[in-house]
Structure formats: structure tokens, C-alpha cells
């Protein structure tokens, strides 16, 4: 991998990580159409990529994130506080994710193709449509149930699926549940923290140990670049779906999709 292509790859990360249009599939269809064969540094670019984006949304969060660390006391004795319930569910949606990734990871680097990615984004366009139309729009974050928390964990744990998109994912069924679109973001973006976080450590074990130290230049670059792109696109979506929908994102999502499919039988 050249540092150019590092840098292309960080900002489709960047950009696609928080838009619901899935940055798994996007990185898959980047690689496959310019033929950039990553070898052994493609998942820890992946992760180290996601490291960047989530650093984005710590510095976009830092006032969230600094409360929530705050009421962590709190959130631990069970009181009633909204910040230290917000970080209630917080933990609650990761832990989804969190077993999914450790019991079946080996299934799902399997599904890390062109295929699967096309059948995801399609089926979550249509979700997402069908969310849009009715979803009630009228709730905070905070008000979730632990049981709906968890529904949107199981969200995120699907999003490990390529072309799911974990932002889409969570704010579809956010939609669901009656959140309004800028609250749903805002808690797919907080439950992502320590679920990126995990991958991030997990895979820096494994940069440790493998001996992918010959691609430090590349995995920086990535980082950086997805981290500025991402704050951005954290920004823009933001204030975006304050008075927008996603319908946009579902006909990209439909679209990107049918090019696929063209492109697979072709």
C-alpha cells in the first residue's frame, strides 16, 4: 500500500464512517475497482482508520464525553442522573456488538465482499426508507429504555456486516423507536466510542505481534486523514439531518448497490 492510496482510503473512511451509506463497502469497492491489493495491512489500516474517525467524534463530543466520564460514579451506583443513565445505555448498546465481534469475527471477514456489501446496502435502504415514513421523530436519546438500547446495540452488531453501515443501521432503528434524526446520529456516534475503541485495541495487539511495523507510515496517514475527514462529515451530517431526511442516503445506498450488481454481472 503507497501512502497515496492510505490517503484516498482515510478519506472515504472519513467520509462514510458517519454517513449511513456504509464505509465497509466503500473501502471494499475503492479496493476492488483500482485493484490495491492491501495484503496484510488491510484490516489494521481498517481499524487504525477507525481510530482516526473516532477520535473525530471525541473532539466533536468532548463536552458529552467529558460529562459522561464525569458521571461515571454515578452511573456505577445507579442514580438517577440523565448523564449517568445516558451512560447506562451506552454500555448496554455496546455489549451486542462487543459478543458478536469476538465469537464470530473469523464469519465475518468472510463476508467482506462485493456481493454481500450490494444485498446489505440495498436491504438498508429500504429499512431506512420505511423508517423515515414512520418514525414518530420526537424523542431524546435519553429517554430510551434499556430494552431499546440494547435494539439499537443489536443494530450496531449487524453493521458488521459490509454494507450494513453501523450509523445507518443505529439511526434506522433509532427512527423506529421514535428518536429525532439528530439524536439517533448523536447516539450511534457515542455508542461507536468504545465499540471502535475495543477493535482498536484488539488489533493493536496484533500489530505487536505480526510484525506490521514496515507499514507504520501508511496506518498514520490513515489515521490522520480519516480523523480530519471524519470530524467534518460529523459536523456536516449533524447539521444536515436537523432539518433533512435520510431519503437521500437510501436512493445513494439503492444506487451504489445497483452499480454493484451491474458490475458483478458484468
Not at 92 to 116: C, K, M, S, Y
Request: charged share 10%; proline share 3%; aromatic share 8%.
Amino acid at each position: 500500500m503507497t501512502l497515496l492510496q492510505a490517503a484516498v482510503l482515510g478519506v472515504v473512511q472519513g467520509l462514510t464512517e458517519f454517513l449511513p451509506v456504509s464505509s465497509s463497502a466503500h473501502l471494499i469497492v475503492v479496493r476492488d475497482l483500482f485493484g490495491w491489493d492491501s495484503g496484510a495491512a488491510e484490516i489494521p489500516f481498517d481499524v487504525v482508520c477507525h481510530l482516526g474517525t473516532v477520535l473525530a467524534v471525541l473532539v466533536y463530543f468532548r463536552d458529552d464525553v467529558s460529562a459522561l466520564v464525569a458521571a461515571a460514579p454515578q452511573m456505577v451506583m445507579g442514580h438517577p442522573g440523565q448523564t449517568a443513565r445516558l451512560g447506562r445505555l451506552i454500555v448496554i448498546a455496546t455489549v451486542p456488538l462487543a459478543l458478536t465481534g469476538w465469537f464470530f469475527a473469523d464469519v465475518i471477514g468472510r463476508l467482506r465482499t462485493p456481493a454481500v456489501a450490494a444485498a446489505a446496502l440495498s436491504v438498508g435502504a429500504v429499512a431506512m426508507i420505511l423508517a423515515e415514513r414512520m418514525g414518530s421523530q420526537r424523542r431524546a436519546s435519553a429517554s430510551l429504555s434499556a430494552a431499546e438500547a440494547a435494539g439499537l446495540g443489536l443494530a450496531q452488531a449487524a453493521a458488521l456486516v459490509p454494507g450494513v453501515s453501523r450509523s445507518g443501521a443505529v439511526m434506522t432503528v433509532a427512527l423506529w423507536t421514535g428518536l429525532r434524526r439528530e439524536e439517533g446520529a448523536r447516539f450511534a456516534f457515542l455508542i461507536g466510542i468504545p465499540a471502535i475503541l475495543g477493535a482498536g485495541a484488539r488489533t493493536a495487539w496484533t500489530l505487536g505481534s505480526t510484525g506490521l511495523a514496515e507499514y507504520t507510515m501508511v496506518l498514520l496517514v490513515g489515521f490522520a486523514v480519516s480523523g480530519v475527514v471524519g470530524y467534518l462529515a460529523v459536523a456536516g451530517l449533524l447539521r444536515y439531518l436537523a432539518s433533512h431526511s435520510l431519503a437521500p442516503f437510501a436512493l445513494y445506498r439503492l444506487a451504489v448497490a445497483a452499480a454493484l450488481g451491474i458490475w458483478l454481472v458484468v
